[in-house]
């Protein structure tokens, strides 16, 4: 298998006036190309510091990050990025915030962005401005505007956080549609397990002060999955039990 | 999918058209409060309650401005307040919105320009105005710079403020979508700043006028205010405030002005709706 992405020895630390602190010690992750990947693990254990820096957002870390055969030396398209929040512009309209810097003058990018609109069911919202979006039809905008740039590997930083357990349901099954169409590599970051054994080939479970990585545990589950299968909740249980061993985390959980 | 849209369509102009009825209403009882005050000063002045040698009346200041547009002294006082008015807030709002880019923009001019022009900016205006008619005398150039100056810092001030505050956040989604440079100030910095700089277009306006006001009373042989001093001194009272309705009716026009550029530009803002 080709890999799209390789941590080798990844380590961070953030520098203030007096202190530093190890946020990331000594990662090692290879992902491969096409692969649906989780990392789960404590809040503050350094999971977007390790989305940012796979994005080329901070370049200020030991160790190698490899995209696609290249050293990572700063922010590209190739790496689409979904943040939290949504991130949009508030001054675009659905349609324009999902071209950006694209003009839709371009036919071939007017019709892609019409694709895209469609494929995220938010046909008739084109001209609507973000404030007039619900979260959930605005993480949807963001995600059609990180695949318009035909990304290798999307980033996602706990996107669906934010929303209610039903559209949450409704944007992972949209996004594995999206996935299997595709064959983007993904890289989720979640607080959720269930969200990372329903979408994922592998989930890495991370480790906190300093963030490291615990174990990788892949999850052979044929797609679609069903939430209440045997093999599920056996994954899921030891996936807990791995985390179980540090009870002061543990109502970081969502279960 | 689509039923739910147009569904949501018919909701946004229903509530659209609401909104309009409520505004139309709400500028009818607007009116109510000036229509009494006028009758009742036409009346006490036809009257002989309120002394008209000192009060004038609405009917004797319509007479003296439908005179002075006849005689064409209005067109000519008109015409030399507006030249000033405009060409001191091009050049003053002109520099205050390109400094206040380039200090919005870059950290050391901030550190350079920022302190300084903050600490000019709390000298009163009129506090300098003798001072300009010194280096510059009474003439054109004199009013035309200090109205420069009060245009100058609320739109250099709103500038700034907009440029700084632009979302930190957005940033780095111009930097993963490949921004360039100068997509990032057009496309990101410029529209995120644009609702403080309208605001501090507005504010450059309204200073402007003033500082024409100022500038003209002090001193000038022609002009709206100068028209002002003039009729003053003659005891015209209906001419003094046909200049003054002159002056409110200029900031009036040039802020419903500002206002439609907000409405247009801003409409993806939640305040701007209407
Ligand atoms: N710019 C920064 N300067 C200093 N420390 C930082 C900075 N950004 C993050 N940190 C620290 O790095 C650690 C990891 O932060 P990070 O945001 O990556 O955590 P996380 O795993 O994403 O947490 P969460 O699940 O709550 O989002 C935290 O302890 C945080 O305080
Ligand atoms: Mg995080």
Redesign the interface.
């Known amino acids: 298998m080709v890999s799209a992405l390789e941590i080798k020895h990844v380590s961070k630390t953030f520098k203030n006036d007096q202190e530093s602190i190890l946020v990331l010690k000594d990662l090692h992750l290879t992902v491969n190309d096409g692969e649906f990947v989780s990392i789960i693990g404590p809040s503050g254990c350094g999971k977007s510091t390790l989305l940012k820096l796979i ?1 080329g ?1 901070d370049l200020e870390f030991d160790g190698k990050i490899i995209v696609g055969n290249h050293q990572v030396s ?4 190739d ?3 979904i ?1 939290q ?1 949504h ?1 949009l ?5 659905v349609e324009n915030n999902i071209s ?2 694209l003009s839709l003058k371009n036919q071939d990018t007017r019709k892609r962005v019409d694709d895209l609109i469609a494929l995220v ?1 938010l ?3 084109e001209r609507v ?3 007039q979006l619900s979260g959930g039809m605005s993480q949807r905008v963001a995600i059609a ?1 990180a695949l318009l ?1 035909n990304p290798d590997v999307l980033l996602l930083d706990e996107p669906f956080g934010a929303l209610d357990a039903f559209t949450r349901t409704h944007l992972q099954e949209a996004l594995l549609e999206i996935w299997e169409r595709n064959k983007t590599t993904m890289v989720l970051v979640t607080h959720d397990l269930d969200e990372s054994l329903f979408l994922s080939e592998k989930v890495v479970v991370m480790d906190a002060k300093p963030g490291s990585i615990k174990a990788i545990v892949p999850i052979e589950i044929p797609y679609p999955r069903s939430r209440t299968s045997k093999s599920f909740q056996e994954l899921r249980s030891h996936i807990l039990n791995l985390l179980d061993h540090h009870p002061q985390d543990k109502e970081d959980w969502s279960i | 999918m689509s039923a739910q849209t147009i569904a949501q369509n018919e909701q946004l102009v229903m509530s659209e058209r609401k909104k309009q009825a409520k505004i139309a209403k709400s500028a009818l009882r607007g009116t109510f409060l000036p229509l009494v005050v006028l009758i009742a000063w036409q009346a006490l002045g036809s009257a002989g309650i309120l002394p008209v040698q000192l009060f004038s009346s609405p009917s004797l200041i319509a007479t003296a401005f439908i005179d002075l547009v006849k005689s064409g002294e209005m067109a000519g006082h008109l015409q030399i307040s507006l030249t000033r008015a405009l060409l001191g807030f091009a050049l003053g709002g002109f520099l205050g919105l390109l400094i206040g880019i380039i200090v919005g923009m870059q950290k050391k001019s901030e550190e350079y320009l920022n302190p300084s022009i903050q600490m000019l900016r709390t000298v009163p205006l009129l506090a300098i105005t003798p001072l300009f008619i010194m280096w510059f005398g009474f003439g054109e150039l004199s009013k035309v710079l200090l109205i420069a100056l009060g245009a100058f810092f609320p739109l250099y001030l709103q500038t700034f403020l907009g440029l700084r505050n632009v979302d930190k956040k957005l940033y780095d989604v111009a930097r993963i979508l490949e921004y360039s440079r100068l997509e990032k100030i057009t496309k990101l910095m410029i529209p995120a700043a644009l609702p403080n700089i309208l605001l501090g277009i507005r504010l450059a306006l309204s200073s402007a006028w003033m500082c024409l006001v100022v500038a003209e009373l002090l001193g000038a042989d022609r002009g709206v205010g100068f028209m002002i001093q003039d009729a003053r001194s003659f005891m015209q009272t209906d001419i003094v405030f046909v200049g003054i309705i002159i002056f409110a009716l200029a900031g009036k026009i040039s802020d419903s002005f500002v206002r439609f550029l907000e409405n247009h530009l801003l409409k993806w803002q939640d305040s701007f709706k209407a």
């Open positions: 994005a957002l700063g922010p590209s398209k790496r689409g990025f943040f929040e991130r512009f508030p001054w675009l309209n950006g810097n069911k046909k008739g919202f401005y973000p404030r505007r740039r």
